[in-house]
């Protein structure tokens, strides 16, 4: 069956993803093996952090429902709900959260990431 051309990802949506994967590897690194309680002692880093939440909460929401299908089953509204509650509830973030996340959640979305990514064509332009 051919596939409808009004279900096919977008030219952004490799790009998004792209993005997000930068991100998240980004927070990985910024994070490290750093506890909650360093993590919060360390302005520039815990800012850093939540910058990529940011980044990869805003790429996600911005995602075709085709580009989407394309990476495959993750929890969207768990990950768009994080950069909403990073910009909005910024003066409440839990810290522990943001560690939790880029240790045990990040690498998970990494992998499925860079496997869709494997598998995309590359943007011709």
């Known amino acids: 069956m051919p ?5 096919a990802p977008t030219p952004d949506d490799r790009r998004r993803v792209e993005h997000m994967l930068r991100s998240a590897n980004d927070a990985r690194a ?3 093996t750093m506890d909650a309680a360093a993590l919060s002692a360390d302005m520039i880093r815990l800012r850093a952090a939540v910058n990529c ?3 990869i909460g805003e790429a996600a929401a911005r995602l075709s429902a085709a580009g989407r299908a394309r990476v495959g089953e ?3 509204r768990q990950i768009v ?5 990073v910009v909005h509830v910024y003066w409440g973030i839990d810290v522990n959260e ?3 996340t880029s240790r045990d959640d990040l690498p998970v979305l990494i992998a499925a ?4 990514l494997s598998m995309w064509p590359a943007d011709p332009t």
């Not at 709900?81 to 509650?85: A, F, H, Q, Y």
């Not at 990431?113 to 869709?116: H, T, V």
């Open 3 to 7: 596939r409808d051309e009004a279900a």
């Open 30 to 32: 910024i994070v490290g």
């Open 113 to 116: 990431l860079e496997d869709a």
């Open 98 to 100: 943001i560690v939790k």
């Open 74 to 76: 993750l929890p969207w």
């Open 81 to 85: 709900g994080m950069r909403n509650i």
């Open 53 to 55: 939440f940011t980044e």
